[in-house]
């Protein structure tokens, strides 16, 4: 079996034909410039840090995990010279503001450069993406002394950034965190409490660790009403940066995890920690979601690398294991068996696996796109359109993608039957790993939740609606073409927008109408709006035939295609139909009457 190699003939296909990323960038205004050769350069680049620095030491990183040792954690081996390269490299900045040390480029040119280095060591990754969090809250919120400060060292990579949000008896409702914020004479604060599932709330890889809190002032309104952010670094800085002496927080434990050992995921403590107020007293949720919404895509950026590393050790498996003949007769007569590809549920693992990482690395790609026309569009109008699709599109990246990793990676294990129950495989990891990402940042129920309430019914369905339109167009394109499933697309984009308008009225009524079709709303907007995208893979794979290029990679969409209408997208009718069940048949039976002992 190979390691993981980077799908640049996919990445390519996507940005330069399907999303027609080339004339994108050209057209945005404030953002670096960069030609179709530069943009393949850099994936180059990025292809090769991720196969020869990150892959190599994922499974490593697995077996070793983090260790604590009088306060201190250290990560295993290999990671701490990665992000010394990485952090060399420059990598770090690709995206962010050139003010402050950053490249500039396009977000959608991180998107896929971040899917690289995902998909080659998860665990590892967590460490430099959650200062990303931290350098959108700072730039959105932050003072200009704290930007000219803190910035800086994040975005070289020299400092890293974490979210401090949960505890113990706080999850999702952040609402009841009881962390303390106590004012100090000098204007900053004294910062106590304790928070947990802190990813790479402590570790050895820079020399700085700059920690976003969620906490609550004195006489400060109940709920989420009453939260503030705060900025807690783990040493203390001067007004020109420089380091002073250690802050008063620690990491007290490190979590038993079921996967992502190679992260640290810390409980801190914070003991009168002295910390800055990021942003307006009582103004913290609104600050914490300017974070959480770049951490839920590129959580579905996470569930997007997982399904890409299984489906390349399961494909390969499937190639050299030999078992059983084919139904049809002996494909390989000099061999005792035939490799199991040529057995047809075994392609059905593989094509589901196929039809899944491509039809999400479409949508992902799609939602970069848009981040740049909020950042860098040259009209109000276009900008206001882009926000309106990433807000749409965040709960479906961060839910959808997540839930079908789940499906995708175990699939990968599936191909390797027993072998891929026992470690030495390596392809137990991805199922492991992929389980958090529905968990964390929102599970996806509260995603669905998003997605029906604020997203959908609450703009009226703008964003739905201008799908349904999008693919009406697509469909008429497909038809001239020839594609059979033209109407399949029309017909399931349709049906999209009359069960949104069925359940509205049923909430009118009963607000539990909404909870009970959510989560089967995020999976039907799913699998519809891959549709959508594997309709332009289609077109795109054609008009590539037609010119003479690549026979068997465009065949390959043009198969996948196929495969995704006939066998994938009619799972839209059982959450149709679950829909249309209503919440009688959820919320009618007593609590006592689940008791079954």
């Known amino acids: 079996m190979s390691g993981y190699r980077v799908p640049l003939k996919d990445i390519h296909f996507l940005c330069h034909q399907v999303l027609g990323l080339d004339e994108h960038r050209i057209k945005l205004s404030g953002s670096e410039d960069v030609s179709a050769e530069e943009l393949d350069a850099i994936f180059e680049e990025a292809a090769k840090f991720a196969e020869n620095m990150l892959a190599p030491v994922n499974v490593t990183g697995d077996l070793q995990g983090c260790s604590l040792k009088n306060g201190k954690v250290i990560t295993p081996e290999g990671f701490r010279e990665s992000y010394k390269a990485y952090v060399e490299a420059g990598w770090s900045g690709i995206s962010a503001d050139p003010n402050f040390g950053g490249q500039g480029l396009p977000t959608s040119v991180g998107v896929s450069v971040l899917e690289m280095m995902t998909t080659a060591n998860m665990a590892w990754t967590l460490y430099p993406e959650l200062s990303h969090g931290s350098v959108l809250a700072i730039s959105a919120h932050g003072s200009e002394e704290q930007k000219q400060i803190y910035l800086t060292k994040l975005i070289s990579g020299e400092w890293t950034g974490t979210m401090c949000l949960t505890e113990s008896h706080a999850g999702s409702d952040v609402g009841l965190l009881s962390t303390r914020a106590k004012p100090r004479a000098d204007g900053s604060y004294d910062i106590s409490g304790t928070k947990i599932f802190i990813s790479g709330g402590e570790h050895e890889m820079s020399e700085n660790i700059v920690h976003l809190v969620l906490a609550r002032l004195p006489d400060a309104p109940s709920g989420t009403k009453g939260i503030s952010l705060f900025l807690v670094p783990k040493y203390k800085v001067s007004d020109t940066g420089e380091l002073l002496d250690r802050n008063t927080l620690e990491c007290s434990a490190l979590e038993e995890k079921m996967g992502l050992h190679g992260c640290s995921t810390c409980v801190m403590n914070f003991d009168n920690a002295q910390g800055y107020l990021l942003g307006s007293e009582n103004k913290g949720m609104s600050c914490m979601f300017t974070m959480m919404n770049a951490a839920r895509i590129y959580v579905g950026i996470q569930g997007l690398g997982l399904m890409e590393g299984a489906y390349q050790k399961s494909l390969s498996y499937a190639q050299e294991r030999v078992q059983?003949?084919?139904?049809?007769?002996?494909?390989?007569?000099?061999q005792v068996a035939d490799p199991i590809i040529v057995h047809p549920d075994v392609r059905k693992m593989l094509l589901t696996q196929k039809a899944l990482v491509e039809g999400c690395r479409a949508l992902i790609y799609e939602t970069g796109r848009y981040q740049d026309c909020i950042k860098y569009g040259a009209d109000a109008e276009l900008r206001q359109t882009a926000e309106l699709m990433v807000d749409f599109y965040t709960p479906i990246v961060k839910g959808f993608v997540t839930e079908v990793a789940q499906e995708s990676t175990s699939l990968a294990l599936q191909v390797f039957g027993g072998h891929g129950y026992i470690r030495e495989t390596g392809i137990e990891q991805y199922v492991r790993d992929a389980r958090i990402t529905t968990l964390y940042e929102g599970t996806n129920g509260i995603q669905a939740l998003d997605l029906m309430g604020r997203k959908t019914l609450h703009t009226q369905g703008k964003a739905m609606m201008s799908l349904v339109g999008e693919s009406r167009e697509l469909a008429g394109a497909l038809e001239q073409e020839g594609f059979w499933f033209a109407d399949k697309l029309r017909t399931v984009t349709s049906e999209w927008g009359e069960l949104t308008g069925e359940i509205a009225e049923r909430v009118q009524n009963d607000p539990n109408e909404l909870g009970a079709a959510a989560v089967d709303y995020l999976m039907y907007s799913g699998y519809a709006v891959l549709a959508i995208m594997w309709g332009r893979m289609a077109l795109c794979a054609k008009t590539e035939l037609s010119d003479g290029k690549d026979d068997d990679f465009y065949q390959g969409k043009l198969a996948t295609a196929d495969f995704y209408f006939k066998r994938l997208l009619p799972r839209c009718l059982m959450h149709a139909e679950a829909m249309r069940a209503g919440a009688g048949s959820l919320m009618e039976i007593d609590p006592a009457g689940f008791a079954h002992a």
């Open 324 to 334: 059983m003949r084919a139904l049809d007769g002996p494909k390989n007569p000099d």
